[in-house]
C-alpha cells in the first residue's frame, strides 16, 4: 500500500516540478527585461520615452514613439489586408467546401503557419518590394511591403481559430435558422458567425499579437527608417526590428533601452492575450 | 378538422445510405387537423416529419421515392423554392434551438428575412406570435434580453412563436415535449389546441399519452410500414391491428 502511493507520488511531484521550472523561467525573463529596462526608463522619463521622437543612443535621445507608429501602422495594415481574407476562407472551409477539399486546403494553410519568417523576408524582398517600387513608387521597402508580408503569416491563426469556432456551433443553431426558411448564406450571415462571434473575435487578437511580435520577416521588408512615415509606401522601424537591428552592437544605456523597447512589446503582448483570452471565455 | 386535405403522401420510400428507413406510405394530412405520427425508435416518424419541408435535404447521403403533395403540387420537384416552403411547412424541433440574439430578435428572424422593416409590423408580429405560444405574459417585459436565457420550455415556446411569426400553413413539430416538464407540457398542448383553428398540425408526440390527449387523428408506424391511421379516439379505443394496440399498451417499444 505505501509503495503504491510512493509510486504514484513521484511521477505527480515530477511533473510538476517540470511544469514549474516552465513558469520559472518565463517569470525570470520577464523579471530580468524589467531590471534592465525599467532604470532606462526612469532616467529618461517615462513620457519622454514613449512619446520622444528622436532616437539618436550616440547622442543619448531615447525616444520610440516612431517605431510605436511603425508597429501600429504595420500591424493595423496586415490586419485589414488579412483578417478578410482569413475569415472568407474560414467560412469556406466551415461550411462551403466539400470534405475532399477541406482535407487539401486546411493542412496547406498549417503548411503557412511552419514555413520560417526569414524565408517570407527574403521572398518579400524579392517579390514585393521590386514590385511596389516599380508600380506604386518610393523605395519599396514600407509599411505596405510590411503589411503584406504580416497578413499573410498571420493568415493560418486567424484562419484555424475562426474555422474551428464555426465548426464548435451546435448543428441545430443552423437547422433552426433554416427551418425559418433562411438560406445558407443568410444563415451564416446573421446566426453562425454572431453565434461565434468570441472565437473570431480572439482568432483576429492572436493574429495582432503575431503581427506585433514578429521581427524578422519586418526586418527585411520595412527599411528600417527611424522617422514617422508619411505614407503607407514611407519606410518605418517597429519596436521588434529596432531591438532585433541594434542588439549586436549596443552596449550600457543603448542596451537597456533595447529592453526598455522590449518591455513595452511585453505589455502590449500581454493586453491583447489577454483580451483574446477574454473573448474566448465570455460566451 | 375539415376533409379538405392539405398534405397527400404517395408511394413514398426513403433510404439512409442502404437502408430503408419508410417504406410505400400513403397518407393524407387534412387541413386544420392535428395528426400525430407515432411508433417507437427508428420507425421513422421523424424522417417522415422532416422529409415534409424538404429539411432531410441538409443530411447527405439521402434517397426518396414517390410524391409528397401540398395543396397538389408536389415539393418534390425541382422548380419548388425550398425558403418559401419552409416558411410555409414550418418544423418546432425536439431540442429548442433559439438563435443566439435576443427574444424579439428570435421571432422577428423569420419576417425579416423575408423583407418586413416597419417596426410597428414587426412589434406587432412578435407580439401576436408570442401570445399564440402562451409566451407573451412571460417575457414581455425583457423582450430584448438575450433568449438563451430562457427556461427549457419557455425556448421551445419561443420556437413555436418564431415559426407562427412566419404565418405558416403547415406546423411540424418533432417531439416538442420530450426534455420539457410536465407544466411546460400541458401549456404547449394548450397552445396547440388553440393553434390547429387556424393552422394544420402534425406532430411526433414523445408518448403515446399525448399522442391521445391532442390529436384529432393519428398514424401508427412501425419499422418504416404505416400500420393503421384513423381518429385518434378510434385507433385508441379500437385499434384494427394487434401491433397498434400492443405498442399503445405498452407490451412493447
Keep these: ?283 | 378538422m375539415s376533409e379538405q386535405t392539405k398534405i397527400s403522401i404517395r408511394d413514398f420510400n426513403f433510404f439512409y445510405a442502404k437502408k430503408e428507413v419508410i417504406r410505400a406510405l400513403n397518407l393524407d394530412v387534412r387541413e386544420n387537423e392535428i395528426l400525430s405520427v407515432f411508433g417507437p425508435a427508428n420507425s421513422g416518424t421523424t424522417t417522415l416529419l422532416r422529409a415534409l419541408n424538404r429539411m432531410t435535404d441538409l443530411t447527405p447521403g439521402v434517397y426518396m421515392e414517390g410524391e409528397i403533395l401540398l395543396d397538389g403540387k408536389n415539393i418534390r420537384s425541382p422548380d419548388i423554392n425550398i425558403s418559401e416552403l419552409r416558411r410555409k411547412v414550418s418544423m418546432v424541433f425536439e431540442v429548442p434551438t433559439p438563435l443566439p440574439m435576443s427574444i424579439f430578435d428570435n421571432v422577428a428572424y423569420g419576417p425579416r428575412l423575408s423583407g418586413v422593416k416597419n417596426r410597428v409590423l414587426l412589434e406587432h408580429t412578435v407580439e401576436e406570435s408570442l401570445q399564440m405560444a402562451v409566451l407573451w405574459d412571460e417575457v414581455k417585459d425583457r423582450l430584448h434580453n438575450s433568449a438563451m436565457r430562457l427556461s427549457g420550455g419557455q425556448q421551445q415556446r419561443l420556437c413555436l412563436a418564431r415559426i407562427l411569426a412566419l404565418h405558416p400553413e403547415v406546423i411540424l413539430l418533432d417531439r416538442p415535449c420530450s426534455g420539457l416538464d410536465p407544466v411546460s407540457t400541458s401549456k404547449i398542448e394548450e397552445s396547440l389546441r388553440h393553434l390547429k383553428e387556424k393552422f394544420t398540425i402534425v406532430i411526433v408526440p414523445h408518448n403515446v399519452q399525448q399522442a391521445g390527449r391532442v390529436s384529432d387523428r393519428a398514424a401508427f408506424l412501425l419499422m418504416g410500414d404505416l400500420i393503421e391511421v384513423g381518429l385518434t379516439a378510434e385507433v385508441f379505443a379500437n385499434p384494427k391491428d394487434k401491433r397498434t394496440s400492443d405498442y399503445i399498451t405498452g407490451r412493447f417499444g
Excluded at chain 1, 520560417?116 to 519599396?140: A, H, K, Q
Excluded at chain 1, 531591438?243 to 505589455?267: C, K, N, P, R
Aim: glycine share 10%; with cysteine; aromatic share 10%.
Design chain 1, 1 to 283: 500500500m505505501k509503495m503504491k502511493n510512493f509510486g504514484e507520488r513521484i511521477p505527480q511531484s515530477l511533473f510538476f516540478i517540470i511544469a514549474l521550472s516552465a513558469l520559472t523561467v518565463l517569470a525570470l525573463i520577464t523579471v530580468f527585461i524589467f531590471i534592465e529596462g525599467v532604470p532606462l526608463i526612469a532616467k529618461v522619463g517615462f513620457f519622454k520615452f514613449i512619446f520622444g521622437m528622436k532616437w539618436a543612443p550616440s547622442q543619448g535621445f531615447y525616444g520610440i514613439f516612431p517605431m510605436i507608429v511603425g508597429t501600429i501602422s504595420v500591424t493595423l495594415g496586415a490586419i485589414i489586408l488579412g483578417v478578410p481574407v482569413a475569415l472568407c476562407c474560414a467560412i469556406f472551409l466551415a461550411e462551403f467546401a466539400p470534405r475532399w477539399l477541406s482535407d487539401i486546403v486546411r493542412p496547406a494553410i498549417q503548411l503557412l503557419a511552419g514555413i520560417p519568417s526569414v524565408v517570407y523576408g527574403f521572398w518579400g524582398l524579392i517579390f514585393i518590394v521590386p514590385l511596389i517600387r516599380n508600380y506604386l513608387g518610393g523605395p519599396g521597402l514600407s509599411i505596405l511591403a510590411g503589411s503584406i508580408i504580416l497578413a499573410i503569416m498571420i493568415l493560418p491563426t486567424v484562419i484555424s481559430i475562426s474555422e474551428v469556432s464555426l465548426l464548435a456551433l451546435s448543428p441545430l443553431l443552423k437547422e433552426g435558422a433554416f427551418a425559418l426558411g433562411a438560406t445558407h448564406w443568410q444563415t451564416i450571415r446573421s446566426v453562425l458567425v454572431p453565434a461565434a462571434k468570441s472565437g473570431i473575435l480572439a482568432s483576429i487578437i492572436l493574429g495582432i499579437g503575431r503581427a506585433v511580435g514578429e521581427t524578422m520577416a519586418v526586418i527585411m521588408v520595412l527599411g528600417n527608417a527611424v522617422a514617422l512615415p508619411n505614407s503607407i509606401l514611407s519606410p518605418v522601424r517597429t519596436l521588434t526590428t529596432n531591438i532585433g537591428i541594434e542588439m549586436g552592437y549596443a552596449s550600457g544605456d543603448h542596451q537597456q533601452a533595447l529592453f526598455a523597447t522590449g518591455i513595452v512589446l511585453l505589455v502590449i503582448i500581454m493586453i491583447l492575450n489577454s483580451l483574446a483570452q477574454y473573448s474566448i471565455r465570455r460566451k
